[in-house]
């Protein structure tokens, strides 16, 4: 349904007022709907969640979904139905949810994006080929939480960052990193504490810093 045109009128002058930028009605109608439908569907999904964490206290276990389509929130993998699993820490195909129950990779990977990798990551970030990966993980080198297919063969990769603080994170995230440039600054620091002694001690001001 779409707004009346009090509403438009009002998002126009709204617009205006925050990009300086006047909007013909035809603009502005299509705008404002869109905002409107947007934020429908986000308390749509915000409607559905709390449908799902109620009867998550009945079924604390879990549950198949089979209301769609969705993404694994760990291999990323369109699923749906039968393929879905919905618990306390979302919603997961049945291979990583199998991982996650049985401790092969830590609950926290489902939430926490931040604190691991993917296998094509190791690629975009590091220039990583996956043959060189596993090469790697083989030799003990890079440390993988896997996720097996049931016939045990690898079906998804997760790389720890606090596992794996060799690797330098571009985004500066990691342990290395973190430490690398906590380093840098202490040494940094201490340089420029003493040659500003040396600055006091020339001009004959000898002042502790």
Avoid at 12 to 25: A, G, H, M, V
Avoid at 40 to 55: A, S
């Amino acid at each position: 349904m779409s707004l009346p045109k009090q509403a438009i009128n009002e998002f126009k002058e709204i617009y205006k007022d925050q990009y300086n930028k006047e909007l013909s009605d035809a603009e502005a109608s299509e705008a404002a709907n869109n905002l409107v439908d947007f934020f429908k569907l986000l308390y749509d999904c915000h409607i559905k969640e709390l449908k799902r964490k109620r009867r998550l206290k009945k079924e604390p276990e879990g549950f198949h979904l089979t209301d769609g389509e969705y993404n694994c929130c760990i291999c990323h993998k369109l699923i749906s139905r039968e393929e879905t699993w919905y618990d306390k820490w979302g919603i997961k195909c049945l291979y990583c949810q199998k991982a996650v129950k049985e401790g092969l990779i830590p609950s926290f990977v489902c939430h926490d994006r931040d604190s691991w990798y993917a296998m094509w990551e190791l690629e975009s970030k590091f220039g990583i080929k996956n043959q060189t990966v596993r090469k790697l993980v083989r030799e003990g080198k890079l440390i993988a939480r896997i996720v097996p297919y049931e016939n045990g063969n690898p079906y998804e990769y997760i790389f720890l960052k606090k596992e794996n603080s060799d690797l330098i994170d571009p985004d500066r995230k990691s342990p290395a990193r973190k430490s690398y440039d906590k380093n840098y600054n202490r040494i940094m620091d201490a340089r420029i504490r003493e040659e500003k002694k040396k600055e006091y001690k020339i001009s004959g001001k000898n002042i502790s810093l």
